[in-house]
């Protein structure tokens, strides 16, 4: 049982894990570790099955015009294909600066943790025939991969998550607003950020998602330090986003800080919770397993 | 409260370092990127209140700290609450000089003294170390009952003793105690003349007490003196009396009543006697006793006998003939062979007066006579030139021609005379030997009025009978061992060997130098007349001039007995001083470490 975990990437330190090579490698190995550590699932599996022919209509997409029937009764048709996946899921990550910031060297950043978890969980539900899409956001949408789930969906995926981002502010509620035009059927969202933002604005769109009938999970990164405040004695802390600067001993105020911090995440908790969404607190040095598992966990919950 | 080592308080400047870092703690430390820096705000906001209680109460107790080192730096002393004292090393100083025998209200102020004093040992404890010092420095130490019987034993002195000694024996004593709380409990009568000059005792805490009655009027005899000290037989007593009037005074002689009279304030009385004693005879000058009994009584000695024949030779000169003519005419000397008068080429009796020969050829015979007789000196080269010479009696007195005076292997010889640094004129056991003929040619001395007192001083008093002469001195002094004497009789007739010095004996009187049993001088011992002053400093006066560490005044005899142990009651604030900061530093911790138990279980 303990070889087995062993071996099981979506258990490993996730620094370690990092630097065994890129993301989608990385991101190969959670997802095949995770899957391997998963039972049997009672629902059936997902496939694109052939529905039916239409006449072709202009604006169609060449590529689904059926070339064989063209041929033999020159007639133009085009074929439909019953869409039998019941999930279209878009990742919203936040890649504002903050999100570039780790408490020890020997640790992700929370983007960097954000990223590779994002891949994994892309990679985990198109395995699962769902559509998968991304949006990076900081303080204006910097990528956005529609849902598909084709092929190839996942590279493109990948090479939205390696595009540069690290704005300065956050802005949720946009980045939010817009997957939500993405995702024209109802779907899963899951937004991934360490959540340092208000509340209100986040709320208010979550409820509106909620609305619109989308299920949504919200994946809140934090640095262990985050949640303890770095070992600095008397030191100036500023945050990289805001410019916020707060001095502050460390030895003074470390209890009420840590006070503080367990006081957010219940009010996050409260807040999402009384919207209908899901939330879940990730430290950035959890394996990737424990985050991967709470989302797909969310998933499974779906019709 | 006091210091030892007061500049150390400025340690307490340190304090501006926790103030400092109070009040800049704001604007130090490293800039650290930290994204949730609102959580921090928020909880600062949220416990500013808390943070800020917590860090005044922080900086007060690190201020506390630094000030409760700095204070035990500067070594603090300060009484303690409580009854008793610490075991405290002390020496009492008792001014039992003869000024204290003075008696006031009935009783001798010596008595009070030791009356204080015992109410001191009465407070004493066993793990106390005590000391008396006698103002002479006499120490004595031991236990409550041996300080008791000492302090009943104890006797005015006969004279000022040494106050300063006292005290730096009394010090040194403590001192050495190794015991923490070290005090000098000093009770005299501040006789200005006794406490002139004091010297510092930098370490030493005294309690000092002074009487603040009225001062005693006191009559004395500050002079009681035989002129010259041998009469042959005649002479005269000078006498001096320290009195506010008119005063009658008595004169003895060996016992013997043969001078009253009446003298005025400060008048110097003389009184002329040939009496019929003969040899080294003991003599007093007294007053009627008055509240200080001791100085009115003074002692003189003198040595009575008859007039000594003296034959002139012709080589000594007119001059001296002439002069020995008046003092015969004035019975000081007579005719006769006790005493030769000679050039010293023609000595051949001693006791002599020897002059250089007039004639350089017979200066020959004068060495090989000194020789023949005894005397080793010898005549040397001839100096001329005018000279001045030094010696008693001899002031304006020149040489122009002289011989050198060369002392031989074992001369002992007194110099009555010297020109330059060569001695001029030197006596010995039973001669007197002149460098220079005694003649206008070589001196002036036969020209000078002081010539024949001089002559007749040589005669009657170097020549004549025992070579031995009067000594004065003060009570519990050292003199040089005279030559000519080898004991000392005492009054009752008892003879003590005399050592390497001769040890004045501690009480007034006359006594008697002796040579092989013979009475050949007298030792006078009389107390210093500055005793009979009574004027006193007052207690606050007195402690100024005690150039010690600190004084404490006692009003009154029972405040000075309580005030004995005040160094005991003093102690040292520097152990309780580390024990707050120690305590403050502990409450520091807690304080810091509370802050560690508030966290969350999250």
């Given at each position: 049982?303990?070889?087995?975990?062993?071996?099981?990437?979506?258990?490993?330190?996730?620094?370690?894990?990092?630097?065994?090579?890129?993301?989608?490698?990385?991101?190969?190995?959670?997802?095949?570790?995770?899957?391997?550590?998963?039972?049997?699932?009672?629902?059936?599996?997902?496939?694109?099955?052939?529905?039916?022919?239409?006449?072709?209509?202009?604006?169609?997409?060449?590529?689904?015009?059926?070339?064989?029937?063209?041929?033999?009764?020159?007639?133009?048709?085009?074929?439909?294909?019953?869409?039998?996946?019941?999930?279209?899921?878009?990742?919203?990550?936040?890649?504002?600066?903050?999100?570039?910031?780790?408490?020890?060297?020997?640790?992700?950043?929370?983007?960097?943790?954000?990223?590779?978890?994002?891949?994994?969980?892309?990679?985990?539900?198109?395995?699962?025939?769902?559509?998968?899409?991304?949006?990076?956001?900081?303080?204006?949408?910097?990528?956005?991969?529609?849902?598909?789930?084709?092929?190839?969906?996942?590279?493109?995926?990948?090479?939205?998550?390696?595009?540069?981002?690290?704005?300065?502010?956050?802005?949720?509620?946009?980045?939010?607003?817009?997957?939500?035009?993405?995702?024209?059927?109802?779907?899963?969202?899951?937004?991934?950020?360490?959540?340092?933002?208000?509340?209100?604005?986040?709320?208010?769109?979550?409820?509106?998602?909620?609305?619109?009938?989308?299920?949504?999970?919200?994946?809140?990164?934090?640095?262990?330090?985050?949640?303890?405040?770095?070992?600095?004695?008397?030191?100036?802390?500023?945050?990289?986003?805001?410019?916020?600067?707060?001095?502050?001993?460390?030895?003074?105020?470390?209890?009420?800080?840590?006070?503080?911090?367990?006081?957010?995440?219940?009010?996050?908790?409260?807040?999402?919770?009384?919207?209908?969404?899901?939330?879940?607190?990730?430290?950035?040095?959890?394996?990737?397993?424990?985050?991967?598992?709470?989302?797909?966990?969310?998933?499974?919950?779906?019709? | 409260?006091?210091?030892?080592?007061?500049?150390?308080?400025?340690?307490?400047?340190?304090?501006?370092?926790?103030?400092?870092?109070?009040?800049?703690?704001?604007?130090?430390?490293?800039?650290?990127?930290?994204?949730?820096?609102?959580?921090?705000?928020?909880?600062?906001?949220?416990?500013?209140?808390?943070?800020?209680?917590?860090?005044?109460?922080?900086?007060?107790?690190?201020?506390?700290?630094?000030?409760?080192?700095?204070?035990?730096?500067?070594?603090?002393?300060?009484?303690?609450?409580?009854?008793?004292?610490?075991?405290?090393?002390?020496?009492?100083?008792?001014?039992?000089?003869?000024?204290?025998?003075?008696?006031?209200?009935?009783?001798?102020?010596?008595?009070?003294?030791?009356?204080?004093?015992?109410?001191?040992?009465?407070?004493?404890?066993?793990?106390?170390?005590?000391?008396?010092?006698?103002?002479?420095?006499?120490?004595?130490?031991?236990?409550?009952?041996?300080?008791?019987?000492?302090?009943?034993?104890?006797?005015?002195?006969?004279?000022?003793?040494?106050?300063?000694?006292?005290?730096?024996?009394?010090?040194?004593?403590?001192?050495?105690?190794?015991?923490?709380?070290?005090?000098?409990?000093?009770?005299?009568?501040?006789?200005?003349?006794?406490?002139?000059?004091?010297?510092?005792?930098?370490?030493?805490?005294?309690?000092?007490?002074?009487?603040?009655?009225?001062?005693?009027?006191?009559?004395?005899?500050?002079?009681?003196?035989?002129?010259?000290?041998?009469?042959?037989?005649?002479?005269?007593?000078?006498?001096?009396?320290?009195?506010?009037?008119?005063?009658?005074?008595?004169?003895?002689?060996?016992?013997?009543?043969?001078?009253?009279?009446?003298?005025?304030?400060?008048?110097?009385?003389?009184?002329?006697?040939?009496?019929?004693?003969?040899?080294?005879?003991?003599?007093?000058?007294?007053?009627?006793?008055?509240?200080?009994?001791?100085?009115?009584?003074?002692?003189?000695?003198?040595?009575?006998?008859?007039?000594?024949?003296v034959t002139v030779s012709p080589g000594a000169g007119q001059f001296l003939k002439d002069a020995i003519d008046?003092?015969k005419?004035?019975?000081?000397?007579?005719d006769g062979h006790?005493i030769a008068v000679v050039s010293a080429d023609e000595l051949t009796t001693?006791?002599a007066l020897i002059v250089a020969p007039n004639d350089p050829v017979h200066l020959?015979a004068a060495?090989?006579a000194?020789?023949?007789?005894?005397?080793?000196?010898?005549?040397?080269?001839?100096?001329?030139?005018?000279?001045?010479?030094?010696?008693?009696?001899?002031?304006?007195?020149?040489?122009?021609?002289?011989?050198?005076?060369?002392?031989?292997?074992?001369?002992?010889?007194?110099?009555?005379?010297?020109?330059?640094?060569?001695?001029?004129?030197?006596?010995?056991?039973?001669?007197?030997?002149a460098?220079s003929p005694i003649s206008p040619d070589a001196?002036?001395?036969p020209?000078?009025?002081?010539?024949?007192?001089?002559l007749?001083?040589?005669?009657?008093?170097?020549?004549?009978?025992?070579?031995?002469?009067?000594?004065?001195?003060?009570?519990?002094?050292?003199?040089?061992?005279?030559?000519?004497?080898?004991?000392?009789?005492?009054?009752?007739?008892?003879?003590?060997?005399?050592?390497?010095?001769?040890?004045?004996?501690?009480?007034?009187?006359?006594?008697?130098?002796?040579?092989?049993?013979?009475?050949?001088?007298?030792?006078?011992?009389?107390?210093?007349?500055?005793?009979?002053?009574?004027?006193?400093?007052?207690?606050?006066?007195?402690?100024?001039?005690?150039?010690?560490?600190?004084?404490?005044?006692?009003?009154?005899?029972?405040?000075?007995?309580?005030?004995?142990?005040?160094?005991?009651?003093?102690?040292?604030?520097?152990?309780?001083?580390?024990?707050?900061?120690?305590?403050?530093?502990?409450?520091?911790?807690?304080?810091?470490?509370?802050?560690?138990?508030?966290?969350?279980?999250?």
């Amino acid at each position: 049982m303990e070889s087995t975990q062993a071996l099981r990437a979506d258990l490993f330190d996730p620094a370690s894990l990092a630097a065994l090579g890129r993301i989608e490698i990385v991101a190969r190995w959670v997802v095949d570790g995770f899957m391997a550590g998963l039972h049997r699932s009672p629902r059936k599996g997902f496939s694109v099955e052939f529905a039916d022919y239409r006449p072709y209509q202009a604006g169609d997409d060449l590529r689904y015009i059926d070339w064989k029937i063209a041929a033999r009764s020159d007639r133009w048709v085009v074929r439909q294909y019953e869409e039998e996946t019941n999930l279209r899921a878009t990742i919203v990550l936040d890649v504002s600066r903050s999100m570039a910031w780790t408490g020890s060297p020997e640790r992700l950043t929370k983007l960097q943790y954000a990223e590779r978890l994002s891949a994994a969980l892309a990679l985990l539900l198109l395995r699962q025939r769902d559509a998968i899409g991304l949006i990076r956001f900081d303080d204006r949408i910097r990528s956005a991969v529609p849902p598909r789930a084709r092929h190839g969906q996942w590279r493109r995926v990948i090479a939205a998550l390696e595009e540069p981002g690290e704005g300065r502010a956050s802005s949720a509620p946009q980045a939010l607003e817009q997957a939500a035009r993405l995702i024209s059927r109802r779907g899963l969202i899951v937004l991934i950020s360490d959540l340092l933002m208000d509340t209100t604005d986040v709320e208010r769109a979550m409820r509106t998602l909620r609305a619109m009938g989308h299920d949504v999970t919200v994946l809140h990164i934090l640095d262990p330090a985050e949640r303890d405040l770095p070992a600095a004695g008397e030191a100036l802390f500023v945050d990289p986003e805001s410019e916020l600067a707060v001095p502050a001993s460390v030895a003074d105020v470390r209890a009420a800080y840590q006070n503080t911090v367990v006081e957010v995440i219940d009010e996050w908790r409260s807040v999402l919770g009384a919207a209908g969404v899901s939330y879940e607190v990730v430290s950035t040095d959890a394996p990737f397993g424990v985050p991967l598992r709470r989302a797909f966990a969310v998933r499974q919950q779906l019709p | 409260m006091s210091f030892l080592a007061p500049l150390y308080l400025a340690l307490g400047a340190a304090v501006a370092v926790p103030l400092l870092i109070h009040l800049m703690r704001r604007r130090i430390g490293a800039r650290i990127d930290f994204p949730a820096a609102r959580y921090l705000l928020r909880a600062e906001k949220e416990h500013s209140r808390t943070l800020k209680i917590r860090n005044l109460l922080l900086m007060f107790l690190r201020v506390l700290t630094i000030l409760a080192i700095a204070f035990a730096a500067a070594r603090p002393l300060a009484e303690w609450v409580g009854a008793g004292h610490a075991p405290t090393a002390l020496a009492i100083v008792v001014d039992n000089s003869l000024s204290s025998s003075v008696v006031v209200n009935g009783h001798p102020l010596l008595a009070e003294f030791k009356s204080m004093v015992r109410d001191v040992l009465s407070s004493a404890t066993s793990a106390d170390r005590m000391w008396i010092v006698t103002i002479d420095g006499n120490v004595r130490g031991g236990s409550v009952a041996l300080l008791r019987d000492e302090i009943e034993r104890m006797e005015a002195i006969s004279g000022a003793g040494d106050p300063g000694l006292a005290l730096s024996r009394a010090a040194a004593v403590v001192r050495a105690s190794g015991l923490g709380a070290r005090q000098i409990a000093l009770v005299t009568d501040g006789q200005r003349t006794e406490w002139q000059n004091v010297p510092p005792l930098a370490d030493a805490q005294i309690v000092l007490y002074v009487p603040n009655g009225p001062v005693a009027v006191n009559r004395a005899v500050t002079l009681a003196e035989a002129r010259p000290s041998r009469w042959t037989p005649r002479g005269e007593i000078a006498a001096r009396f320290q009195s506010t009037d008119s005063t009658t005074y008595r004169i003895t002689l060996n016992g013997r009543t043969f001078a009253r009279g009446t003298a005025a304030p400060n008048e110097e009385v003389t009184v002329h006697a040939s009496p019929p004693e003969r040899g080294w005879l003991a003599g007093t000058v007294e007053l009627e006793p008055d509240e200080l009994a001791a100085d009115n009584s003074r002692p003189f000695a003198v040595w009575i006998g008859p007039a000594p024949g003296v034959t002139v030779s012709p080589g000594a000169g007119q001059f001296l003939k002439d002069a020995i003519d008046v003092l015969k005419s004035s019975s000081r000397v007579v005719d006769g062979h006790d005493i030769a008068v000679v050039s010293a080429d023609e000595l051949t009796t001693l006791p002599a007066l020897i002059v250089a020969p007039n004639d350089p050829v017979h200066l020959g015979a004068a060495n090989r006579a000194l020789e023949r007789m005894g005397i080793p000196w010898r005549f040397g080269l001839r100096r001329s030139g005018e000279a001045s010479a030094r010696g008693p009696e001899l002031d304006g007195v020149t040489s122009t021609a002289r011989y050198e005076l060369a002392a031989q292997t074992g001369a002992v010889a007194d110099t009555l005379a010297s020109v330059g640094q060569e001695a001029w004129i030197v006596a010995g056991g039973h001669y007197v030997l002149a460098g220079s003929p005694i003649s206008p040619d070589a001196t002036n001395l036969p020209v000078r009025a002081s010539f024949v007192p001089w002559l007749g001083g040589v005669l009657t008093e170097r020549l004549v009978g025992e070579p031995g002469q009067v000594l004065a001195s003060e009570p519990g002094k050292h003199l040089p061992r005279p030559r000519w004497a080898d004991g000392i009789e005492t009054a009752d007739g008892q003879r003590t060997p005399i050592g390497d010095a001769l040890d004045v004996p501690d009480r007034t009187g006359t006594y008697f130098l002796t040579l092989n049993a013979r009475r050949v001088g007298a030792l006078v011992v009389a107390p210093p007349s500055g005793e009979s002053v009574l004027d006193r400093y007052s207690a606050r006066d007195l402690a100024q001039r005690l150039r010690v560490n600190r004084v404490l005044v006692a009003p009154d005899a029972g405040t000075w007995a309580s005030l004995s142990f005040r160094a005991a009651a003093r102690r040292s604030l520097i152990e309780p001083a580390l024990i707050v900061a120690l305590l403050l530093l502990v409450a520091e911790t807690l304080v810091i470490r509370r802050r560690a138990a508030l966290r969350p279980a999250a």
